[in-house]
């Protein structure tokens, strides 16, 4: 196979995943916290808050793209660092029986080297500062009698929004290439919003209009739907979302996505939880889903919780004039492996389409502040056609994370993986057999 071909292949597959329009397209690094400051604060409940994050990752890859990047990306991907500054301002002012309240940010984020994403490669300026929040909005609280510790709001502007575990709905933003900072994902947010949101201790129901950020040149899309959940005390929570996506593409209809999802706490420390997803229009008709269950051992030394996860989103058969495959839109990080599959398959090569995989975990905390997750995948592609490949045996991936809150502001995350490739991997990127290492230590100062 020729490096044009390859190229040719891996282009396709990223419009793939972006052809709906609100695809994300940069890692969710571990969420931390704001130090906030109040510039202001007066008697008529006029507030005014400073807060800013800053952050840096350093990685470094042995063997990626099992031991072709040279020749599969046209450079060698070794070690390269991300940093990011973000800035904001939020406020609050009473107005009439609610609060008036808004936030404005900036992001600057920047790459050095080039990243395994391949994006940076060829690009003189990975490095950019643009706003990044910028919403204001309206909230009132004890509106309906029949509800608990209600709150009825509304917001348009540049926002942040997330559906349950994020498996649809997460990251509107665009990272990396010539922005910078693809693993730090600072960009989350959704532009032209407008959230109408009724939240209380058992209902959420929301009505969205949402658009996404894309990198220059990315496909700019839409959704428009509503979301609802509803918990049956501590035990059970339901969920469902429709929403109608505009990739704005010539010749593709809006997309139709249903979502249903649940959580329940079973007896004993047990939980079982899962989503199902069914797109579709004239061109499209696919599934994507993922059931887990779940055992957290209290009485254990550290605390650990074990867990198993499968999850497959549907690949496109070639053999078929519709096309079943899964449109991840604009997933992105709520925990570890949800929804980036694997801190190298699900960061670099692959996205959620076209793939099955079982996920073995464990979670422990061996000290207050310090959270260790130790990860077993198996990743198998479901139509090995539609990837230029003719295995669908993708690999084995080990990661081990371990989260360090330091003090109050400072975090530190590291990260150790290794994915060792199947035939199918192999096969992807021109018969490397390599097993990829990846390594990153990752820290946020919250000012």
């Keep these: 196979m020729t490096k044009m071909t390859k190229m040719t292949k891996m282009t396709k597959m990223t419009k793939l995943l972006l052809c709906t329009g609100v695809m994300s397209s940069a890692i969710l690094s571990p969420i931390a916290a704001h130090a906030e400051y109040e510039l202001y604060n007066n008697q008529a ?3 005014l808050v400073f807060s800013a994050e800053l952050a840096g990752a350093v990685m470094s890859s042995s063997n990626a793209y099992f031991g072709n990047s040279d020749s599969f990306l046209g450079e060698k991907v070794n070690d390269w660092a991300e940093m990011g500054f973000e800035p904001q301002l939020a406020f609050e002012a009473p107005l009439g029986s609610g609060t008036f ?12 080297g080039d990243d395994a994403s391949g994006l940076t490669i060829g690009e003189d300026k990975t490095h950019t500062f643009r706003v990044e929040q910028g919403h204001v909005g309206w909230k009132v609280g004890d509106v ?4 608990e510790e209600d709150t009825l709001s509304i917001s348009i502007g540049r926002q942040d929004y997330l559906i349950g575990t994020g498996m649809l709905i997460a990251d509107g933003g665009g990272d990396g290439g010539n922005r910078g900072g693809w693993w730090l994902g ?6 032209d919003t407008a959230i109408f949101r009724v939240k209380s201790k058992e209902l959420l129901a929301e009505a969205f209009h949402i658009e996404n950020q894309p990198r220059g040149g990315g496909t700019i899309g839409k959704a428009d739907g509503g979301n609802l959940e509803y918990n049956f005390g501590d035990q059970v929570t339901l969920g469902g979302t429709y929403m109608v996506v505009d990739a704005r593409l010539p010749n593709t209809d809006d997309l139709d996505v249903y979502s249903a999802r649940f959580d329940w706490k079973l007896p004993q420390n047990f939980s079982l939880s899962g989503e199902f997803a069914h797109q579709k229009s004239d061109e499209i008709k696919a599934d994507g889903w993922y059931a887990q269950v779940a055992y957290d051992a209290k009485d254990l030394p550290w605390s650990p919780v074990f867990s198993y996860r499968y999850a497959r989103f549907d690949g496109d058969d070639p053999d078929t004039t519709r096309d079943e495959g899964f449109r991840g839109l604009a997933y992105g990080f709520s925990d570890w492996g949800t929804w980036y599959q694997g801190e190298i398959t699900g960061e670099y090569p692959l996205g959620n389409n076209n793939l099955e995989s079982h996920l073995l975990r464990v979670k422990a905390q061996p000290i207050e502040k310090l959270t260790l997750n130790l990860m077993y995948y198996n990743f198998s592609l479901i139509e090995p056609a539609s990837f230029g ?3 669908d045996d993708w690999g084995d991936e080990v990661n081990l994370t371990a989260d360090w809150q330091a003090t109050d502001k400072l975090s530190v995350t590291g990260v150790l993986g290794v994915l060792f490739p199947g035939k199918a991997a192999e096969q992807y990127v021109g018969d490397g057999d390599s097993d990829w290492v990846h390594g990153m230590i990752w820290a946020s100062y919250a000012f």
Excluded: C, N, P, Q
């Excluded at 936030?103 to 984020?109: C, G, P, V």
């Design 101 to 112: 309240f808004g936030k404005l940010s900036y992001a600057y984020t920047e790459t050095f």
């Design 144 to 147: 309906f009698s029949f509800l």
């Design 186 to 191: 600072m960009r989350k947010t959704f532009k």
């Design 45 to 47: 409940g006029i507030k």
């Design 389 to 391: 490949v003719t295995s």
